[in-house]
């Protein structure tokens, strides 16, 4: 199976990457800091001034390797891959089925159970740690309520009301989250999602864990031969990737959790923010360093597979989803199994 | 008889013959593998070497020699045909494949041999009666008669290879023995692919408790 390997997260501004041989040369004001051989990476991702020599991206491209770039504060600005991968049967396969308004339903149904099923172990686990220092009435009332819409997803029901019950998970999901934030309370508080811009440290987090989640599951999604953009339970919208997005649900609790352990183990604190002037907040340089380390570390965390019943990096799984979606798109499997965890 | 455009990959056949499953993986879904690139690379490598002793006034040795045969729509390269001179004069074909390991119970690295032969027979419009395969843990040639038998079961595969990829469906996979030493193990998935129910199941078990 595709290898786990490391992301190269670059933060450093006027940063350079070249091709040295087989490695990439990181140079810092002329001089190279780093050399990394390539066959160690699975991405590159560039942020904020960060130029990238044009013989480097052509020989990401021949290994499948896929360089991002993103603002400094994360945004997603572009991307460069190699070839699309030559599975043409199998995205024809995909566009049928995002056609089929019943099939999509379903799909998305998978996705939706995904989330809402590790939203729930989340605010269970949470509890189960922590009950004592927060209120678990409220926490396990949101989780009780996240059961019931388990169930009512357990069977066949239009697009529109999958859409609706994940609107619904959402925000009990979203009204006990600033519980879960047990420490430095003054400073990291939740009290509704906000993304354009993040208006709180919490949001900020959330927002640039996101697009790293996002980034890895697109690239899986390539490089399996589905096409990113063509989803389910987000329809075709130009500029949006859309089985990214779908696919990207089931993970999202992934990312809240590192965002809640980081706030929680004192890691991060208020003043490695910048609130600025119309309330939008962005981490500095040393948060988005602490934050990147630790997504980077929590990828090579060896998991069980639920559905595999197979151990593997964290880092692996976005892959292997990817790989499960297709191999149900081709008639393999009798559904999607999104990962649940418990 | 195909068209230029219909002709298949000869290797597919070895492919076809260790599993169609695999065949398909490889053909119609384009999985690789990483470690299937790197494999082929070294097999020519190491195969350029061992052969290059080998040529006398009466052996000519053509290296990655282009093959194809339209009465079986396949097309693909012969590491190594010795061309040995004959009495009369005329020079006769002699495919040679190496293959790394060791000799196999089955026909699977025999056909692809003898496919070789009958593209060369077609496209040379002579008759070769034997080759060889050289094994590469053994260090020695095996000979390989291409006999009446050879022929059909090679054929049978052709027009087999060919029904397989002018479809669009990959076969279920049956798990075996030989998945174990399968490079698309975790790609076929084998032991949960094709089973009924197994992610209604999961799904069940995971999201209703
Ligand atoms: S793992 Fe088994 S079933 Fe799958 S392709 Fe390989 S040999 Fe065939």
């Given at each position: 199976?595709?290898?786990?390997?490391?992301?190269?997260?670059?933060?450093?501004?006027?940063?350079?990457?070249?091709?040295?041989?087989?490695?990439?040369?990181?140079?810092?004001?002329?001089k190279?800091?780093?050399?990394?051989?390539?066959?160690?990476?699975?991405?590159?991702?560039?942020?904020?001034?960060?130029g990238?020599?044009?013989?480097?991206?052509?020989?990401?491209?021949?290994?499948?390797?896929?360089?991002?770039?993103?603002t400094?504060?994360?945004?997603?600005l572009?991307?460069?891959?190699?070839?699309?991968?030559?599975?043409?049967?199998?995205?024809?396969?995909?566009?049928r089925?995002?056609?089929?308004?019943?099939?999509?339903?379903?799909?998305?149904r998978?996705?939706?159970?995904g989330?809402?099923?590790?939203c729930?172990?989340?605010?269970?686990?949470?509890?189960?740690?922590?009950?004592?220092?927060?209120?678990?009435?409220?926490?396990?009332?949101?989780?009780?309520?996240?059961?019931?819409?388990?169930?009512?997803?357990?069977?066949?029901?239009?697009?529109?009301?999958?859409?609706g019950?994940?609107?619904?998970?959402?925000?009990?999901?979203?009204?006990?989250?600033?519980?879960?934030?047990?420490?430095?309370?003054?400073?990291?508080?939740?009290?509704?999602?906000?993304?354009?811009p993040?208006?709180?440290?919490?949001?900020?987090?959330?927002?640039?864990?996101?697009?790293?989640?996002?980034?890895?599951v697109?690239?899986?999604?390539?490089?399996?031969?589905?096409d990113?953009?063509?989803?389910?339970?987000?329809?075709?919208?130009?500029?949006?990737?859309?089985l990214a997005?779908?696919?990207m649900?089931?993970?999202r609790?992934l990312?809240?959790?590192?965002?809640?352990?980081?706030?929680?183990?004192?890691?991060?604190?208020?003043?490695?923010?910048?609130?600025?002037?119309?309330?939008?907040?962005?981490?500095?340089?040393?948060?988005?360093?602490?934050?990147?380390?630790?997504?980077?570390?929590?990828?090579?965390?060896?998991l069980?597979?639920?559905?595999?019943?197979?151990?593997?990096?964290l880092?692996?799984f976005?892959?292997?989803?990817?790989?499960?979606?297709?191999?149900?798109?081709?008639?393999?499997?009798d559904?999607?199994?999104?990962?649940?965890?418990? | 008889?195909?068209?230029?455009?219909?002709?298949?990959?000869?290797?597919?056949?070895?492919?076809?013959?260790?599993?169609p499953?695999?065949?398909?993986?490889?053909?119609l879904?384009?999985?690789?593998?990483?470690?299937?690139?790197?494999?082929?690379?070294?097999?020519?490598?190491?195969?350029?070497?061992?052969?290059g002793?080998?040529?006398?006034?009466?052996?000519?040795?053509?290296?990655?020699?282009?093959?194809?045969?339209?009465r079986l729509?396949?097309?693909?390269?012969?590491?190594?045909?010795?061309m040995?001179?004959?009495?009369?004069?005329?020079?006769?074909?002699?495919?040679?494949?190496?293959?790394?390991?060791?000799?196999?119970k089955?026909?699977?690295?025999?056909?692809?041999?003898?496919?070789?032969?009958?593209?060369?027979?077609?496209?040379?419009?002579?008759?070769?009666?034997?080759?060889?395969?050289y094994?590469?843990?053994?260090?020695?040639?095996?000979?390989?008669?291409?006999?009446?038998?050879?022929?059909?079961?090679t054929?049978?595969a052709?027009?087999?290879?060919?029904?397989?990829?002018?479809?669009?469906?990959?076969p279920?996979?049956?798990?075996?023995?030989r998945?174990?030493?399968?490079?698309?193990?975790?790609?076929?998935?084998?032991?949960?692919?094709?089973?009924?129910?197994?992610?209604?199941?999961y799904?069940?078990?995971?999201?209703?408790?």
């Amino acid at each position: 199976m595709k290898k786990h390997l490391n992301t190269l997260f670059v933060t450093t501004q006027g940063a350079y990457l070249a091709k040295e041989g087989e490695t990439v040369a990181v140079r810092i004001e002329g001089k190279v800091r780093l050399r990394l051989p390539v066959h160690t990476l699975d991405g590159i991702v560039c942020f904020g001034n960060v130029g990238c020599s044009p013989f480097l991206l052509g020989f990401c491209g021949e290994r499948n390797l896929t360089v991002s770039f993103l603002t400094e504060y994360g945004r997603f600005l572009a991307r460069v891959q190699g070839p699309v991968s030559g599975n043409v049967i199998l995205r024809r396969e995909q566009y049928r089925r995002a056609d089929d308004l019943d099939f999509s339903a379903r799909m998305a149904r998978a996705f939706i159970n995904g989330k809402v099923a590790n939203c729930r172990a989340l605010l269970n686990r949470t509890v189960r740690d922590h009950g004592d220092r927060l209120d678990s009435e409220a926490v396990g009332d949101a989780a009780n309520h996240l059961t019931g819409l388990l169930k009512s997803l357990g069977r066949d029901r239009p697009l529109d009301e999958v859409r609706g019950t994940e609107g619904d998970g959402a925000h009990v999901y979203f009204s006990v989250f600033d519980h879960l934030i047990i420490r430095n309370k003054e400073d990291f508080f939740f009290h509704r999602r906000s993304r354009r811009p993040p208006l709180d440290r919490v949001n900020c987090l959330l927002s640039f864990l996101y697009t790293l989640v996002m980034h890895d599951v697109r690239s899986a999604l390539e490089c399996t031969g589905l096409d990113p953009a063509v989803g389910f339970l987000h329809r075709d919208r130009p500029g949006r990737s859309g089985l990214a997005l779908d696919m990207m649900e089931e993970f999202r609790p992934l990312a809240d959790r590192l965002t809640l352990s980081l706030i929680n183990r004192g890691q991060l604190q208020g003043k490695d923010f910048v609130v600025s002037e119309g309330g939008g907040v962005r981490m500095k340089d040393k948060a988005r360093k602490t934050l990147l380390t630790a997504y980077q570390e929590r990828k090579q965390d060896v998991l069980l597979h639920p559905f595999l019943e197979e151990k593997m990096p964290l880092g692996l799984f976005f892959h292997t989803q990817a790989l499960l979606l297709a191999r149900f798109l081709r008639g393999d499997l009798d559904g999607y199994p999104p990962v649940i965890w418990r | 008889m195909y068209t230029e455009d219909d002709l298949l990959m000869l290797s597919a056949l070895q492919h076809l013959l260790f599993c169609p499953r695999q065949c398909a993986l490889i053909h119609l879904e384009q999985a690789w593998t990483e470690n299937r690139f790197t494999a082929e690379g070294r097999v020519l490598h190491e195969r350029v070497h061992t052969a290059g002793a080998d040529s006398r006034c009466t052996v000519r040795v053509e290296y990655d020699m282009p093959l194809r045969s339209l009465r079986l729509g396949l097309s693909g390269r012969a590491d190594i045909v010795e061309m040995h001179l004959q009495e009369d004069s005329s020079w006769l074909p002699f495919p040679v494949e190496y293959k790394r390991g060791r000799p196999k119970k089955d026909d699977t690295d025999r056909v692809q041999l003898c496919a070789q032969a009958l593209c060369l027979e077609e496209m040379l419009d002579c008759t070769v009666p034997e080759g060889a395969l050289y094994y590469g843990q053994k260090k020695r040639r095996t000979p390989v008669q291409f006999d009446d038998r050879l022929r059909r079961v090679t054929e049978e595969a052709a027009a087999r290879l060919h029904e397989l990829l002018s479809g669009t469906v990959t076969p279920a996979p049956e798990y075996s023995r030989r998945c174990e030493s399968c490079s698309f193990i975790d790609t076929c998935l084998p032991r949960t692919a094709g089973k009924k129910n197994q992610v209604r199941n999961y799904m069940t078990r995971m999201t209703q408790s």
